[in-house]
């Protein structure tokens, strides 16, 4: 045989050959599309980088440790008309939803001073490495949820705000609002913990971290950032209305100037102690929560999120009072003179904040600093496929990365 131009001697080796080169084909095919993927990873990578994606998969490890805040607060809170029955569930539902009904709350009689002894729980992380500014968040979450909503609940760093925070340079200090979470009180639903009581229990812890060498933070911070969830977003307007030099920097997510409570009108509430008396037991009535997993969802939920969270949120539920709900007036009734930087994050298919599509969305969330009318620097964002709960959908490491690029603008760090 010539070896210059070499031959199958056999069948068999024919075979062998073109087994041969069908193997070198399929390993060219398949390294061609792997190339093509490694490419397409890259380009994403690269642009979650220039977001500021990136540092939230990437993040510095942060340090943090539980604290309790004990203080004394008075606050003038409302006295209604015809408050309800405490021991009757019905009587309380029925305050609830004739007060979303005409679209105003139930009647109001007047105000009177409520003075307290409390404490306050949270959860404290402070940066491996500090950059410039020495900037505190007072990480501050809606209803229904607590101080863990900011750590993502364990459900992934893509989820976690204080990691993303941490990271960036920050302080964070998540809260659980009085009567929520591992607080160890459960005041009156009605005549205590309203929104006038939260804004002046906000005020002092405020006031403590910023002056009392002693706090439980172990240090004092010459800039606070206020950082809200939905419900908390009233609570930052009327701290601001009232004390408009508290903070340094507002950041109110799930939240606008316009409201749209048909989500909670058409969901069934219960008292939690009836729903879930393993879980609550003993607490008053008045502290109410979703009756059904898909009323939640309906109201929490929207565009494109991981499948497993509504039931886990829905498991994981918190509570309001009838008191934080019954008259959204204690927050301002007028617009307010805070001049600080202002960011709202709202998912463009928010269902209580906002309404699809997400230009009309987009305008109403800009259209809210009409409210702020003073503020030195304003900036928003309007995730796409993203409902109420924004930190807990995909876009979630999206709107950190905007967020905190805001703030790093804004307060002058690196």
């Known amino acids: 045989m010539d070896k210059g131009n070499a031959q199958p001697d056999t069948e068999q080796d024919s075979?062998?050959?073109?087994?041969?080169?069908?193997?070198?084909?399929?390993?060219?095919?398949?390294?061609?599309?792997?190339?093509?993927?490694?490419?397409?990873?890259?380009?994403?990578?690269?642009?979650?980088?220039?977001?500021?994606?990136?540092?939230?998969?990437?993040?510095e490890t942060s340090n943090c440790v539980p604290v309790s805040f004990h203080f004394s607060v008075s606050a003038l809170n409302t006295v209604w008309l015809s408050p309800p029955d405490p021991g009757s569930e019905t009587s309380i539902l029925d305050f609830f939803y004739s007060g979303l009904a005409n679209g105003t709350g139930?009647?109001?009689?007047?105000?009177?001073?409520?003075?307290?002894?409390?404490?306050?729980?949270?959860?404290?992380?402070?940066?491996?490495?500090?950059?410039?500014?020495?900037?505190?968040?007072?990480?501050?979450?809606?209803?229904?949820?607590?101080?863990?909503?900011?750590s993502g609940t364990g459900y992934g760093a893509q989820y976690d705000w204080q990691a993303f925070a941490t990271n960036q340079g920050y302080h964070t200090l998540a809260i659980d609002r009085l009567g929520h979470g591992s607080n160890p009180e459960r005041p009156d639903p009605l005549a205590v913990v309203q929104g006038s009581f939260h804004i002046e229990m906000i005020?002092?812890?405020?006031?403590?971290?910023?002056?009392?060498?002693?706090?439980?933070?172990?240090?004092?911070?010459?800039k606070v950032v206020y950082v809200s969830h939905s419900y908390g977003g009233?609570?930052?307007?009327?701290?601001?209305?009232?004390?408009?030099?508290?903070?340094?920097?507002?950041?109110?997510?799930?939240?606008?100037?316009?409201?749209?409570?048909?989500?909670f009108a058409n969901s069934k509430l219960r008292s939690a102690a009836l729903l879930a008396?393993?879980?609550?037991?003993?607490?008053?009535?008045?502290?109410?929560?979703?009756?059904?997993s898909s009323g939640r969802k309906a109201a929490f939920f929207a565009g494109n999120f991981d499948p497993a969270f509504p039931a886990l949120d829905y498991a994981s539920q918190e509570t309001w009072t009838i008191g934080e709900t019954g008259s959204l007036g204690f927050t301002s009734t007028s617009p307010v003179d805070y001049t600080g930087p202002l960011f709202l994050a709202t998912g463009a298919d928010d269902a209580i904040f906002c309404q699809p599509p997400k230009t009309a969305c987009e305008a109403l969330v800009q259209n809210s600093k009409q409210f702020y009318p003073n503020v030195k620097k304003f900036g928003f964002f309007v995730p796409e496929n993203t409902g109420h709960t924004l930190t807990r959908h995909y876009s979630a490491p999206a709107t950190f990365a905007k967020v905190h690029r805001f703030l790093n603008e804004a307060l002058g760090k690196c």
């Not at 073109?18 to 190339?35: A, I």
Request: aromatic share 12%; net charge positive.
């Open 106 to 150: 139930p009647a109001v009689a007047g105000t009177t001073k409520e003075t307290g002894t409390f404490q306050i729980n949270g959860i404290y992380c402070s940066p491996t490495r500090e950059k410039s500014g020495q900037a505190l968040q007072v990480l501050v979450h809606g209803i229904t949820y607590d101080k863990s909503i900011w």
């Open 277 to 292: 008396p393993g879980r609550f037991p003993g607490l008053p009535l008045g502290y109410i929560t979703f009756g059904e």
């Open 203 to 222: 005020h002092k812890l405020i006031s403590i971290v910023r002056n009392q060498s002693g706090n439980p933070l172990g240090r004092t911070f010459n």
């Open 234 to 263: 009233w609570v930052g307007t009327g701290l601001i209305a009232r004390y408009p030099k508290d903070v340094d920097a507002m950041v109110l997510t799930g939240f606008s100037t316009v409201p749209n409570f048909a989500p």
């Open 15 to 59: 075979i062998l050959l073109c087994s041969f080169h069908l193997y070198f084909q399929l390993l060219r095919s398949y390294c061609v599309r792997l190339l093509d993927k490694m490419l397409l990873f890259s380009a994403f990578y690269l642009s979650l980088a220039g977001m500021g994606v990136i540092a939230a998969t990437t993040r």
